[in-house]
């Protein structure tokens, strides 16, 4: 797989004195993979997607899309955030508009395109993430769920590269949370890439390629899973408990290899050994 | 906010807007110009038998009228008395000059109220925008309206969680956290208009908002034909009232 998006020794402070949020980070991601970023509240997750979509400038360091480094100049910037697409944590933050349709058409048409292909794109993403019967509410008139369901329809209209989730499931319910992770399961499956930031190990654990911890604005590790999950000074480092699964499997089984990915194997695995 | 749940629900919500909007416009022109009291009546009542018939219940829509016929009764007080050093006198041509401007003002606020409850902001911006509104106000509508109802949501978790701790349990505490509301809710607002920057930025935002509205119904030729009408026997009968009555 090839590398989509690469940083090469990132710094980056909001003051000009040397307190930095983002210190030495230094990761690579490869194309269609599915990255968990965790760390304890900030730590940097959201400063790092910040300078991803070239929002936040860094101080020091490079990032590389597609191996070629990031320029900051407009027309530069406006391409790279037309590839790398943000949902935030806070939807109420994201959608400004009166009513859904108009959210949705926003970023179309500030990448030029013209109304008939807007329209047309628009009502495709309103028919593929099932929104169709609130697309004629007002934005403040839907539900925590239904402005998160927007916000992703306003940066998949806009065909990404990567998306970037910062903590999709945030007060959300779970009907919802179950709604948002069904559609970025279908946005792997189509390869796009997806780096999400989340607390749940669970599902960092059974979901994600690869996990990106993050420290107090370096990253201290990134690996599989499995090794992070199994690495108990890193866990400790960073306030992460281990998953269910891996709680469990451990708790009843003394080898410790062959962890299940999911409850799944370790229901199977269960199984086995009673008979 | 009332007024917003009223035009989503309104049954005129998916006619025409521009129809809409060129019938409370025309029609508040003719009314404010004739400055006749037959007129102003007739479309008191018209657009109130309209608004009603849209789906909004006669009490609410009487009480909505009432705050502005509370304001023009006590301001057209100081036009029917005439206080001089010893004595009040009255004029019976002065009441009737203020029964008129009272009655032009209400049937104009009642042209205002037909738009207002049948065709929500979205619709009107639309209008705006088609009659080539400068684009700089039809944004900052926009962005006001959106974010009226974020920061009332705001003020009103602020307001329960002050309640909660005590924080109105006298009038001097309650002045307290009245002044605590409203600041914390400017840091709040601003904290927010940056967050919304960066997520406008994150969508390759360039200084213009573009947006599209979804495809609208079309304009009724029996609706045209009747606002035509109307307005033109409104039009027809203040000429006629001024020349020859």
């Known amino acids: 797989m090839n590398t989509i998006l690469e940083c090469k020794n990132l710094y980056f402070s909001y003051s000009d004195n040397d307190n930095y949020a983002l210190k030495n980070v230094n990761l690579s991601i490869k194309q269609g993979q599915k990255i968990a970023l965790m760390g304890a509240n900030g730590s940097g997750k959201s400063t790092f997607f910040l300078c991803c979509a070239g929002i936040l400038n860094p101080c ?33 933050n994201q959608l400004f508009c009166a009513s859904v349709y108009e959210e949705i058409s ?5 990448l030029g395109f013209s109304e008939e292909e807007t329209r047309l794109k628009v009502d495709n993403i309103i028919k593929t993430l099932n929104i169709q019967s609130f697309c004629e509410k007002p934005t403040h008139a839907l539900s925590g769920g239904q402005k998160k369901q927007v916000a992703i329809a306003d940066i998949l209209v806009m065909s990404p590269e990567i998306i970037i989730f910062d903590e999709p499931a945030a007060a959300l319910d779970p009907k919802h949370i179950k709604i948002v992770r069904e559609i970025i399961d279908k946005l792997t499956e189509n390869g796009l890439t997806v780096i999400m930031s989340t607390h ?8 994600a390629d690869e996990i990106i911890l993050f420290d107090n604005g370096e990253v201290i590790m990134q690996a599989k899973p499995i090794d992070i999950f199994t690495n108990n000074t890193v866990l400790d480092k960073t306030n992460l408990e281990k998953p269910t699964v891996i709680k469990l499997f451990e708790s009843i ?23 | 906010m009332i007024i917003d749940k009223l035009s989503y629900n309104s049954k005129l919500r998916y006619e025409n807007a521009e129809v809409k909007f060129a019938f409370a416009v025309i029609t508040l022109l003719i009314c404010v110009i004739s400055r006749s009291a037959v007129i102003a009546l007739i479309v008191l009542v018209v657009t109130g038998v309209l608004t009603i018939k849209s789906g909004v219940p006669v009490f609410r829509y009487l009480k909505f009228l009432s705050i502005p016929f509370a304001f023009l009764f006590l301001s057209t007080i100081a ?34 109220y037909f738009l207002a409850f049948t065709t929500t902001i979205m619709d009107i911006l639309s209008v705006l925008k088609k009659l080539h509104c400068p684009k700089i106000i039809l944004e900052l509508m926009l ?61 390759c935002y360039d200084d213009t908002i573009n947006v599209l509205s979804s495809k609208k119904a079309k304009p009724k030729v029996k609706h045209i034909i009747m606002i035509a009408l109307f307005d033109g026997f409104l039009l027809i009968f203040s000429i006629w009232s001024k020349f020859f009555l």
Not at chain 1, 70 to 91: A, C, H, M, T
Not at chain 1, 256 to 275: C, F, G, Q, V
Not at chain 2, 85 to 109: D, E, G, R
């Open chain 1, 253 to 275: 089984n003394d080898n410790k290899i062959n962890y299940p990915k999911n409850l799944k194997e370790l229901e199977t695995y269960i199984k086995a050994r009673l008979k």
């Open chain 2, 79 to 112: 036009i029917i008395f005439d206080f001089k050093p010893f004595y009040i006198t009255i004029n019976k041509n002065v009441v009737f000059y203020a029964l008129n401007l009272i009655l032009t003002s209400l049937s104009a606020v009642s042209c205002l």
């Open chain 1, 60 to 92: 020091k360091g490079d990032l590389f899309f597609h191996n070629e480094k990031i320029k900051y100049d407009k027309k530069n910037l406006l391409n790279l955030r037309s590839k790398i697409g943000i949902v935030f944590q806070e939807p109420d």
């Open chain 1, 200 to 207: 749940d190990v669970d599902y960092a654990y059974e979901w």
């Open chain 2, 143 to 203: 962005l006001i309206y959106r974010f009226i109802f974020i920061l009332l949501d705001t003020a009103y978790a602020i307001s329960i969680s002050q309640k909660a701790r005590l924080g109105n349990i006298n009038y001097k505490t309650s002045l307290k956290s009245f002044g605590m509301l409203g600041s914390s809710l400017m840091l709040k607002a601003i904290k927010r208009s940056q967050n919304v920057y960066i997520a406008m930025q994150a969508r």
């Open chain 1, 106 to 110: 926003f970023g179309l048409l500030n």
